[in-house]
């Protein structure tokens, strides 16, 4: 079993910034594919970004690239979100996800067993 918690969130002006952090119960950095996803008020979860951890590709949503970045921490066994440029439509539940059962894509968040709790992000004009 694979516990996650997000950690981070806040309420920022647009243009602000922020760092999510999604803490591992286990050794699971540098293993698996780790994503974060979003669900706005009244609309469906969507995939923000993704990365194999133990190195490969990284993935992005076209409404987040050149703004937020995932990174990590294997020694802190810790996911990061850095959102830059805040805008209101980043305005969302944030969470963390791993351990895809299946094939597909990155985005897909049926394929993933473990999430956090989520940590909320609000963005004011």
């Known amino acids: 079993q694979v516990q996650l918690v997000e950690s981070g969130g806040g309420s920022v002006q647009a243009g602000g910034s922020l760092r999510l952090s999604c803490a591992a119960s286990?050794?699971?950095?540098?293993?698996?594919?780790m994503a974060w996803f979003r669900q706005p008020p009244g609309k469906e979860r969507e995939g923000v970004a993704a990365?194999?951890?133990?190195?490969?590709?990284?993935y992005y949503a076209d409404s987040v690239k050149g703004r937020f970045t995932i990174s990590q921490d294997n020694a802190k066994n810790t996911l990061y979100l850095q959102m830059n440029s805040l805008k209101p439509e980043d305005t969302a539940m944030y969470y963390c996800a791993t351990y895809a059962q299946r094939l597909g894509s990155w985005a897909e968040g049926g394929r993933y067993k473990y999430w956090g709790q989520g940590t909320q992000v609000t963005v004011s004009s």
């Open positions: 286990a050794n699971i950095l540098g293993k698996y594919l």
């Open positions: 990365t194999y951890t133990g190195g490969g590709s990284t």
